[in-house]
């Protein structure tokens, strides 16, 4: 059964007394007074049907604690683990029992449990409470999107199609491992992967000529799919592992129809495919396509978010498409209201954010100086500002490119690394905490 805090914290608490040895012993001290965020992590890790015998594992206090050290140092599990069994300052700050080392695996299945509702509502509360203690001022705050890159590699048609292929091919070779039945098939993986990096290799016109090839043996695969499906479903009631097997089969199938079809649609009928419409990852197929400015695509999702003047991120949300800045102004505004029952006397964005509707609707709930970057033929009196104000609020909203490059450089939000849509959401929401956590303990050791 697993505990929520270390029975009793050891009296001989071995921080080192370099710099960061410091940081380490005040974030504790931090987490120390928060404990309310327990209750919240341990709904996620310990079923509360489960019975009370066997080891106990890491308990909650540290699993949290070992998922802020890790987006702190922005290392994998396998590293993570290493510096917790070789740090005693590490392990000092994750209240790790003497006789326990906990190895990637063990860190990766705990840590990924934590889900991103929870981290989400973990960030409020904190932010709440920083807000009532004066660390968090709402005086000002600057509003700014950025786009988190997925762990993908840059699409192709026929990669996708390649992987499609590869990866059906390999649950149909497993069936009898997995699912107890052996299904016949014809592997088509070699040939598939031949004309693939053929087309990788080829000129325009080549590739056109190869991808008719391409789709035929996909349409083969695809049915041989069909015919194993029909083939086990044909069985009067299917086990636990049949089923999950049936379920991964047909997941993947219908991934890679839409990448055929998507496929059809651009290279032989030569139409435009919206970025709506499009499946950029058979792994990770919640990926938007994010254009910014004229060629700069990216590969991800675009967050929103608020900074104050400390550099405390006061709002996030993780959009869904290819979001128009415009309409992401108000919702900043509606959820500093929700959580923190009031509004910032002063907000300031980038000029993508601009419009007469939002000032007007900024200053109806209450903000008193709503100011973009660029103008965009608003009048300054209709931000409620005078042209000294408007210029530094500008300069003041230029430090929400410092915060966000911390974020993505120091704290690996420039590409999220878990996998899944949640695995996504869970990864920004750790980063933006630990960020949090990190600027107060910078504002503590001074």
């Not at 959009?319 to 929700?338: Q, R």
Request: hydrophobic share 40%.
């Amino acid at each position: 059964m697993r505990e929520t805090r270390v029975a009793q914290v050891s009296i001989f608490e071995n921080y080192s007394k370099h710099e960061f040895g410091v940081q380490l012993k005040t974030l504790s001290d931090i987490l120390d007074k928060h404990p309310e965020i327990l209750p919240l992590v341990e709904a996620d890790l310990i079923d509360a049907s489960s019975k009370k015998v066997g080891r106990n594992g890491l308990s909650v206090e540290s699993v949290f604690r070992c998922l802020l050290l890790k987006q702190q140092l922005n290392v994998s599990y396998e590293k993570l683990a290493f510096h917790l069994s070789d740090s005693m300052s590490y392990r000092t700050f994750a209240r790790l029992p003497e006789h326990l080392s906990p190895g990637k695996s063990v860190l990766q299945s705990t840590i990924r449990r934590i889900e991103p509702e929870t981290l989400e509502q973990i960030h409020q509360l904190l932010c709440i409470d920083w807000l009532n203690a004066g660390n968090i001022s709402l005086e000002k705050i600057r509003i700014d999107s950025t786009v988190v890159q997925s762990n993908i590699a840059p699409p192709s048609d026929s990669q996708l199609l390649n992987d499609g292929v590869r990866v059906l091919s390999r649950i149909l070779a497993k069936s009898r491992e997995n699912a107890g039945i052996k299904i016949r098939f014809t592997d088509q993986r070699k040939k598939v992967k031949s004309l693939t990096f053929a087309i990788f290799n080829a000129k325009n016109a080549t590739k056109e000529a190869l991808y008719p090839a391409l789709l035929t043996l996909v349409r083969l695969v695809l049915k041989q799919v069909d015919r194993a499906l029909l083939q086990i479903k044909q069985v009067s009631r299917l086990t636990v592992s049949q089923q999950r097997w049936v379920d991964t089969l047909e997941h993947y199938s219908d991934l890679t129809r839409k990448i055929m079809r998507q496929t059809e649609r651009r290279v032989i009928n030569k139409e435009s495919v919206p970025s709506s419409e499009k499946i950029v990852s058979l792994f990770e197929p919640h990926t938007d396509i994010i254009i910014k400015g004229f060629r700069d695509i990216q590969y991800g999702h675009k967050i929103n978010l608020s900074t104050e003047k400390n550099g405390f991120v006061t709002y996030l949300s993780i959009e869904e498409g290819n979001t128009s800045d415009k309409s992401l102004f108000l919702p900043v505004l509606n959820a500093h209201k929700s959580t923190f029952k009031r509004l910032p006397q002063s907000t300031v964005a980038d000029g993508g954010y601009a419009s007469k509707a939002n000032v007007e609707a900024g200053r109806e709930m209450g903000v008193q100086r709503v100011v973009f970057h660029k103008r965009v033929g608003i009048s300054l009196h209709a931000m409620g500002v005078k042209a000294k104000t408007f210029e530094r609020l500008r300069n003041f909203r230029a430090g929400v490119e410092g915060n966000i490059s911390e974020l993505k450089n120091a704290f690996g939000l420039s590409k999220a690394k878990w996998k899944g849509h949640d695995g996504f959401k869970a990864f920004v929401w750790s980063s933006v905490i630990t960020y949090n956590l990190m600027h107060l303990v910078r504002i503590e050791t001074g």
